[in-house]
């Protein structure tokens, strides 16, 4: 950005327009240091420094914190961008997840279908658990010592700090030594692992070469062939094929074919001028497998990722560092251009096939239409000639027609005699089977309401053997109530002769506590001499009064009637209330359910006899 003076002057504290003489002498009396007669004051250094380095102090201060800050926010936009490449990763690992399962499902179907690619695959699998096998066996070879060796190393590091043994430099060359051996014989193991890699690529390279044709490959890589497909380019077959009655049409027609691959052949030629620069390399100046892995990264990032572009290019900076950015951004560009060309190359090719497909329709149906009039001309004339000569025929056939009608008309007579006999016949046979017919049907009704009195009686009699059934129950049940009303009658009276038993032995006895009374006061009837304390005492009759007082109190505070009913603890001891409780406090209490189970507990005394029903047995 190029910022102007007008824009300078608002990071400048102090602006001045132009730096006199006088000006500087004036700003020198303004800070003290000249005094308005002229004489230089003293300056006082060591303070003059303490501020400057107290304002160098507080600018490292604030400079360590900015700095702080942005290392802060970078790092938290570097996490942001991992966390959004994670996000992709993912998404591109469950498409080729997907596309792998695709395959191998084909895979799958195509084995159950060919034999042969049944034994490939066989021969295909027992090799790649041979190479698994290999790879085990590298493996252990030569990265699982590469493991046991940090194993050790940290083994030995604890043990160094632990222990005060002065003799360390010997231990710390030895272990170099060792660390330094296995460093060349993993580089060897290594160069050699290249250069069989780059010898596997090699022999695979030739072999797919020898066996897949240069244009298959070409057409692989989307490379620009400047040839048409022949069904883009000349006049279609069917329209040399198809019939046509006038060949000046069909001319006129060829000629709007040429027009229109004149106008897009114009515009192919067109894109190629304008997109030269992309086309006249295959890769853009890269290799083969570094384009593959640009395009590849590009692909992963579709047009609806938010800053998609700058996420592929840290990606691409990320694994590819080995180029600038300026490289990445001219080979980005040229990607883009040459997928711009492909894009409209391919809609153009598919304009130019929809016109050709349009124009090839309206060209049928034209010529359908031309054929459909001369076949219709042709029809006309030839219904003109054909009315003439049915005409001719016409009257020749009158004249026959006449003598043939008077014949009919004979024969005609003899056969309507011959069939009003035979229909005088045949209504007397009708006539009769109705008769034979009626006859049957009555026979049948008559069986029919035989058998429907018979099955009426057969249901009275079952009616009234079931209402003897239910009158003998209820018989039954009516002498099973009156013993049950007799016995309650009999146990009502045995409680009102016990309860007048007991009223007149509670007489009897209230009679006998009287007479004990008496006879009682009778002994302590005695004649007392005076004594004041005495007098000061309570007498018998007030202590009397006082116990008869309490004795009412307590009386008052029993229940007016005798309760013959159950306790709270007789109630909630039992099954039925403590199911009750549990269903309503969870809801269920008038569900079909709670019915069922309250109706099958029992209860924990059995009922008494008396109590006892029989309706629902």
């Known amino acids: 950005v190029i910022m102007s003076g007008r824009d300078l002057k608002k990071f400048v504290l102090d602006h001045r327009a132009n730096s006199t003489a006088d000006n500087l002498v004036k700003r020198l009396v303004a800070c003290d240091i000249i005094s308005p007669a002229g004489t230089y004051r003293d300056v006082d250094y060591n303070l003059l420094e303490a501020e ?25 936009r570097e996490e942001q961008t991992m966390k959004r490449h994670r996000m992709v990763w993912e998404r591109e690992n469950q498409r080729l997840h997907a596309a ?17 690619l049944k034994e490939l695959m066989k021969e295909s699998m027992s ?4 190479l698994d096998t290999d790879r085990r066996e590298f493996q252990q070879h030569t990265v699982q010592p590469i493991f046991d060796l940090k194993a050790d190393l940290q083994v030995w590091r604890k043990e160094l700090r ?9 231990q710390h060359k030895l272990i170099k030594e060792v660390l330094d051996s296995v460093k060349d014989q993993q580089e060897s193991v290594l160069s050699l692992l290249l250069a069989e890699q780059l010898r596997l690529e090699t022999e695979i390279r030739d072999m797919m070469s020898s066996c897949v044709d240069e244009d298959v490959e070409e057409k692989c890589w989307d490379v620009e062939d400047d040839l048409v497909d022949d069904d883009l380019f000349g006049v279609p077959g069917e329209v040399l094929e198809w019939p046509c009655p006038d060949e000046s049409l069909r001319c006129d027609v060829i000629r709007e074919f040429h027009q229109l691959d004149g106008k897009y052949l114009a515009h192919l030629e067109h894109l190629r001028e304008k997109y030269k620069h992309c086309l006249g390399s295959r890769y853009g100046g890269w290799s083969g497998e570094e384009h593959l892995h640009f395009c590849h990264i590009i692909e992963q990032y579709p047009a609806d990722t938010p800053q998609r572009r700058s996420l592929w290019m840290d990606r691409l900076r990320r694994e590819m560092p080995h180029f600038s950015r300026q490289q990445l951004v001219e080979h980005e560009d040229w990607y883009l251009s040459r997928q711009y060309y492909l894009n409209k190359r391919r809609a153009c090719r598919n304009a130019w096939l929809c016109d050709r497909r349009d124009l090839l329709m309206k060209v049928q149906h034209v010529f359908e239409e031309a054929i459909w009039r001369q076949v219709a001309a ?60 009626r006859q049957a049907q009555r026979q049948r009704l008559d069986e029919y309401y035989s058998e429907r009195q018979r099955l009426r009686a057969e249901a009275e009699m079952r009616d009234k053997e079931r209402l003897a059934k239910l009158r003998a129950d209820m018989a039954k049940q009516a002498v099973q109530d009156k013993e049950r009303v007799e016995y309650r009658q009999e146990e009502y009276v045995r409680k009102v002769h ?24 009778e002994k302590v009837r005695v004649t007392v001499e005076s004594d004041p304390v005495r007098m000061m005492q309570s007498t018998e009759a007030s202590a009397a009064k006082f ?4 004795n009412e109190e307590r009386e008052l505070q029993q229940p007016l009637f005798p309760l013959h009913s159950y306790t709270d603890q007789q109630v909630t001891s039992d099954m039925r209330f403590r199911v009750t409780a549990a269903l309503r406090d969870a809801n269920m209490l008038q569900t079909d359910y709670a019915r069922c189970l309250l109706a099958h507990i029992k209860p924990s005394h059995p009922p008494r006899r008396d109590q006892e029903s029989s309706l629902f047995k």
């Open 52 to 76: 400057a380095q107290k304002m160098r102090s507080k600018a490292a201060s604030t400079l360590g914190r900015v700095k702080r800050l942005a290392q802060i926010s970078k790092h938290g």
């Open 100 to 116: 792998r399962r695709t395959l191998e499902r084909q895979m799958e179907i195509l084995m159950e279908t060919h034999t042969e």
């Open 127 to 130: 090799l790649c658990q041979q």
């Open 162 to 170: 632990k222990s005060t043994n002065t003799d360390l430099r010997k």
């Open 378 to 437: 042709d029809e006309t004339a030839k219904a003109r000639h054909q009315q003439q000569e049915i005409c001719r025929d016409l009257s020749q056939k009158v004249s026959e027609l006449r003598r043939q009608k008077l014949e009919a008309m004979e024969i005609e007579a003899t056969i309507e005699a011959r069939r009003e006999e035979a229909k005088v016949e045949k209504q007397r046979i009708e006539s009769e089977r109705r008769m034979e017919k």
């Open 498 to 521: 016990a309860k007048e038993e007991a009223e007149k032995e509670e007489q009897r006895q209230a009679e006998a506590r009287q007479l004990g009374l008496e006879r009682l006061r």
């Open 547 to 550: 116990s008869h007082s309490m």
